[in-house]
């Protein structure tokens, strides 16, 4: 009995030991992208509000593994932008589940009042742009195939779920021995050019609408919709993105970290069984 209560206690302390080395983590921000109808690469303009929540371990003085979900939501009009005669725009939710591994520049945390790391990992993400026609009625823009993927030869339908590579740096500030406060930018490689739906060229008028409908047609190309625009849809083949740059997304904002289990002995203590114990 008194060997059983004792290897329960053992076993308690054991997990109070390494809760310490795990973080409870919170992320509020912006969210932005950048592709063919927002063409710099920071910036805030068109951001829309982000959140997150996740947890870290610190594996070493100067590494933690570090995994959450993150929230938030890109957008983007070619009425800010440089192809304002296109006259496209489109709105996405963006939802994350990112694995990754931060490293420390100066550590331990709580031994420095601030500290800089750097990060890098691998994401899965869902995206799924849509608009607004003129009447107001909202159109999932993937279905429409716009520039004739699924039906033009070489040109396949996009996967909404993909992967990412997610990359960034940021500064801790340490509250005390559990919480700390920071700032985070965290980009976003991806391997679609179509988060905004706009990649390469006007697919034939005449093609799109047999095989996905008028709303297709309106959708594509909308700037017969400007005062003085252009009213005839472009020839097949004109320009319409540029494929030679893969779109990407990002998230800034401030970072609250707490240690689960604080208010113990610390990071890194070695914990040693009583010799006598069993």
């Known amino acids: 009995m008194k060997k059983s209560t004792l290897s329960a206690l053992l076993i308690l302390f054991t997990i109070g030991a390494y809760a310490q080395n795990f973080h409870l983590n919170l992320f509020a921000g912006v969210s932005n992208y950048q592709g063919d109808l927002q063409d710099k690469m920071i910036t805030l303009n068109q951001s829309h509000p982000a959140g997150g929540v996740g947890i870290s371990y610190d594996v070493a003085k100067h590494f933690s593994i570090r995994t959450g979900i993150t929230l938030g ?27 990754g591994l931060e490293y420390y520049i100066t550590a331990p945390i709580e031994k420095h009042s601030l500290t800089p790391y750097l990060f890098a990992g691998v994401a899965v993400y869902h995206f799924d742009p849509y608009t607004f026609d003129t009447s107001g009625k909202k159109y999932y823009l993937q279905p429409l195939s716009t520039e004739g993927e699924g039906f033009v030869p070489g040109r396949k339908n996009y996967n909404l779920t993909q ?47 047999a095989n996905r409908g008028a709303e297709a047609v309106e959708l594509a190309y909308r700037g017969n919709e400007l005062k003085n625009g252009i009213l005839q849809y472009p020839a097949a083949g004109t320009k319409r993105g540029d494929p030679s740059h893969d779109d990407s997304y990002y998230f800034t904002g401030l ?16 914990y040693r069984c009583p010799g006598s114990v069993l």
């Open 163 to 209: 992967i990412a590579i997610p990359f960034g740096a940021g500064v801790k500030l340490s509250l005390s021995d559990n919480v700390n406060v920071g700032f985070e930018l965290g980009y976003r490689k991806l391997f679609t050019d179509y988060l905004d739906d706009v990649s390469t060229t006007y697919v034939d008028e005449s093609l799109l609408l």
């Open 255 to 270: 970072t609250l970290s707490f240690r689960l289990g604080g208010g113990g002995l610390g990071k890194y203590t070695e």
């Open 73 to 99: 939501k890109i957008s983007a009009n070619d009425e800010y932008g440089r192809n304002r005669s296109r006259n496209l725009n489109f709105t996405s939710d963006i939802t994350e589940v990112n694995l």
